[in-house]
């Protein structure tokens, strides 16, 4: 009786599980991380790729960081021979599409850290999308030094996609 019972408890828990991973796999974050707050700044910036596997447009309402009271999404745009950063209130993720947030382009801005943030740490990031889907990954914290000590080895790779 006990057996049955716990081969028909497993099939139940395996069974959800490959659910709950197909109807979530189709949102996935990689490579999510935040910069270190400068100091006397009062914003720092954070970084992820999102890739959207479903065969719909799906759109990113907000992100929270924990530990940090306000995350906004922002893009860069030329605008009048500048470029200038913009808040946006949502983000459309193209089906089939991947968004890569980095320098010059989509990024996330931090405000209003409740703690230091320390590198090599790593922090619970939350993205909400106007379906009511939540996708939970982690961003590692880095510094400014690693940032620079990156940018300089992107310098000699190229990546196609």
């Known amino acids: 009786m ?8 497993i099939c139940a828990v395996s069974l959800l599980l490959s ?13 999510a991380k935040v910069r270190t707050f400068l100091p006397a700044s009062e914003s720092s910036v954070g970084y992820l790729t999102l ?3 479903s065969d719909h447009d799906r759109v990113l309402k907000k ?9 906004e999404i922002h893009t860069h745009e030329h605008k009048n021979g500048m470029m200038q950063m913009r808040k946006l209130e ?4 193209p089906a089939h599409q991947t968004l890569v947030f980095q320098p010059g382009g989509l990024h996330l801005m931090l405000f209003a ?7 090599g740490e ?3 990031m939350t993205l909400y999308f106007a379906d009511g889907d939540r996708v939970f990954t982690q961003a590692r ?3 400014l030094l690693e940032q620079s000590q990156d940018n300089n080895s992107d310098e000699h790779q190229h990546h196609h996609h």
């Not at 850290?113 to 590198?119: E, W």
């Open 2 to 9: 006990l057996r049955t019972t716990l081969g028909t408890l």
């Open 19 to 31: 659910f709950y991973s197909a109807a979530h796999g189709e949102l996935m974050v990689s490579e």
């Open 51 to 53: 890739m959207n596997h």
């Open 63 to 71: 992100v929270e960081v924990e530990t940090l009271g306000r995350v």
């Open 90 to 93: 949502e983000l459309q993720v």
């Open 113 to 119: 850290p409740s703690q230091k943030l320390v590198a």
């Open 122 to 124: 790593q922090l619970k």
């Open 141 to 143: 914290i880095y510094n």
